[in-house]
Nanobody, 130 residues
Framework: QLQLVESGGGLVQPGGSLRLSCAAS????????VAWFRQAPGKELEGVSC????????KYDDSLKGRFTISRDNAKNTVYLQMNSLKLEDTAVHYC???????????????????????WGQGTQVTVSS
């Protein structure tokens, strides 16, 4: 069965950058839209970004667009999240999730609805601190 494993999290200073990876095993990612979510301490899970199966279209939370970039390399069975200009409020556990029903990110705000994603990784901690 397909499994997702996030990596690349860590401790960075404000203004720094990290690139998160979401690697799949057991099956391929190339037929599925994949999203990144995050959960900050005391906060609800929120959608960060989504990418279509081909990588041809993407979605972003409006507050993050311009700082974060989602990409994928289906040959490596991996989805990435490049995070630049990190802020204190970006501190969160970051998860990748796979849509078992869609190859393209859902329209409007539906892409950020966690209920449409059927497979999740364990998460990787991103801590932004001065």
């Amino acid at each position: 069965q397909l499994q997702l494993v996030e990596s690349g999290g860590g401790l960075v200073q404000p203004g720094g950058s990290l690139r998160l990876s979401c690697a799949a095993s057991g099956s391929t990612l190339d037929a599925y839209a994949v999203a990144w979510f995050r959960q900050a301490p005391g906060k609800e899970l929120e959608g960060v970004s989504c990418i279509s199966s081909s990588g041809g279209s993407t979605k972003y939370d409006d507050s993050l667009k311009g700082r974060f970039t989602i990409s994928r390399d289906n040959a490596k069975n991996t989805v990435y999240l490049q995070m630049n200009s990190l802020k204190l409020e970006d501190t969160a556990v970051h998860y990748c999730a796979l849509s078992t029903r869609r190859s393209v990110c859902a329209p409007n705000l539906t892409w950020a609805d966690q209920s449409i994603y059927g497979r999740w990784g364990q998460g990787t901690q991103v801590t932004v601190s001065s």
